[in-house]
């Protein structure tokens, strides 16, 4: 096989025909989306050979910037693997094959104008470890959890306790159902705006990502609701028959009484085995610190844990030595 082609577009008027649908997080409708959102900029990476796509990488950079800490940056974002197609030829790149390339185009074409570039979300822990390493990255391990929606019901694999907590705040007037208007919209944007105001690791993307989400409906938009008040609130997209919590929010302190938490969670975990998906993924559980609050939350609702790896290269060589040691496995 001769050297295939690696491209990067940066326009959707560029993008080639015969970009693969099926994963969202490395869609042409994803890379569309992100080109509408301020503060964001989609990369397609692409891997072409005689006019035929064997593989593409989406990756966002995303604009960050604070008053209160201050901060100014940029970051390069990649959900997962990419998307590659499959061919039966006996010299037939492999997908780490295809993968490499890729991440070296996106990482050379990167490494000045970002100030680090984080790739998570992997099929397999170990995928692609040696890749990572000559490129310079350096592993994290994290921790990711995912309820099964196939087997049993979500009611079978919550303890008696947690029924009656979701059953008394159902008695007590709590409503979840999804953003059905215009002012629906607009408040589930304000309380996700405010929950994650002070937290300043937490990105949250612009109104007309949300809007884009629910027009094209690639996932939907959740609310909880207490005597017309919103108080809780999720995003969730699809993707391959799986569901995937993307964001969260809730008034957990000033409504406790009703479990605004419980019952956000609750619903996008009841909407997607409804709908007869397979799995709903929490997109961000965090680091697999022995003591973690929110693992522990999510955890109460029958998922399973597992241990993966998040890579992460920084642009400031000295910068990303030193944390390559420090994360040394």
Same mark, same amino acid.
């Given at each position: 096989?001769?050297?295939?082609?690696?491209?990067?577009?940066?326009?959707?008027?560029?993008?080639?025909?015969?970009?693969?649908?099926?994963?969202?997080?490395?869609?042409?409708?994803?890379?569309?989306?992100?080109?509408?959102?301020?503060?964001?900029?989609?990369?397609?990476?692409?891997?072409?050979?005689?006019?035929?796509?064997?593989?593409?990488?989406?990756?966002?950079?995303?604009?960050?910037?604070?008053?209160?800490?201050?901060?100014?940056?940029?970051?390069?974002?990649?959900?997962?693997?990419?998307?590659?197609?499959?061919?039966?030829?006996?010299?037939?790149?492999?997908?780490?094959?295809?993968?490499?390339?890729?991440?070296?185009?996106?990482?050379?074409?990167?490494?000045?104008?970002?100030?680090?570039?984080? @790739?998570?979300?992997?099929? #397999?822990?170990?995928?692609? *470890?040696?890749?990572? &390493?000559?490129?310079? !990255?350096?592993? $994290?391990?994290?921790?990711?959890?995912?309820?099964?929606?196939?087997?049993?019901?979500?009611?079978?694999?919550?303890?008696?306790?947690?029924?009656?907590?979701?059953?008394?705040?159902?008695?007590?007037?709590?409503?979840?159902?999804?953003?059905?208007?215009?002012?629906?919209?607009?408040?589930?944007?304000?309380?996700?705006?405010?929950?994650?105001?002070?937290?300043?690791?937490?990105?949250?993307?612009?109104?007309?990502?949300?809007?884009?989400?629910?027009?094209?409906?690639?996932?939907?938009?959740?609310?909880?609701?207490?005597?017309?008040?919103?108080?809780?609130?999720?995003?969730? @997209?699809?993707?391959?028959? #799986?569901?995937?919590?993307? *964001?969260?929010?809730? &008034?957990?302190?000033? !409504?406790?009484? $009703?479990?605004?938490?419980?019952?956000?969670?609750?619903?996008?975990?009841?909407?997607?085995?409804?709908?007869?998906?397979?799995?709903?993924?929490?997109?961000?559980?965090?680091?697999?610190?022995?003591?973690?609050?929110?693992?522990?939350?999510?955890?109460?609702?029958?998922?399973?844990?597992?241990?993966?790896?998040?890579?992460?290269?920084?642009?400031?060589?000295?910068?990303?030595?030193?944390?390559?040691?420090?994360?040394?496995?």
């Amino acid at each position: 096989m001769s050297e295939p082609n690696v491209r990067i577009y940066t326009s959707g008027d560029q993008l080639p025909e015969g970009l693969m649908e099926h994963d969202f997080f490395h869609s042409p409708r994803l890379f569309l989306l992100c080109q509408q959102t301020p503060r964001l900029r989609p990369y397609m990476v692409t891997v072409q050979y005689k006019g035929r796509i064997l593989a593409q990488l989406l990756c966002m950079v995303r604009r960050r910037s604070s008053w209160m800490p201050p901060y100014l940056y940029r970051h390069c974002l990649i959900q997962g693997i990419g998307c590659y197609n499959s061919s039966d030829d006996d010299d037939a790149m492999t997908v780490n094959e295809l993968f490499a390339l890729m991440l070296h185009a996106i990482t050379d074409h990167l490494k000045r104008s970002v100030l680090y570039l984080e @790739v998570k979300h992997l099929s #397999q822990k170990m995928f692609g *470890y040696r890749v990572f &390493r000559d490129e310079g !990255y350096f592993p $994290v391990r994290w921790m990711s959890i995912h309820n099964s929606l196939h087997s049993h019901t979500p009611e079978e694999r919550i303890s008696e306790r947690m029924q009656r907590r979701i059953d008394t705040a159902y008695k007590r007037g709590i409503v979840t159902d999804d953003v059905k208007s215009h002012e629906d919209f607009e408040e589930f944007i304000r309380l996700l705006k405010q929950h994650n105001r002070l937290k300043p690791k937490r990105y949250i993307p612009d109104w007309q990502f949300f809007q884009g989400i629910l027009e094209n409906g690639d996932g939907r938009l959740h609310l909880t609701r207490y005597h017309g008040h919103i108080i809780g609130c999720s995003a969730v @997209v699809y993707s391959q028959r #799986q569901a995937f919590l993307w *964001y969260a929010a809730y &008034r957990r302190k000033s !409504y406790a009484y $009703v479990s605004p938490d419980v019952l956000t969670i609750w619903h996008a975990i009841k909407d997607a085995h409804s709908r007869h998906y397979e799995h709903i993924f929490f997109m961000d559980v965090g680091l697999p610190f022995r003591k973690n609050s929110f693992r522990d939350f999510i955890l109460r609702f029958g998922g399973k844990p597992t241990s993966t790896y998040r890579w992460f290269f920084c642009t400031i060589g000295w910068i990303n030595r030193l944390l390559s040691w420090i994360y040394r496995d």
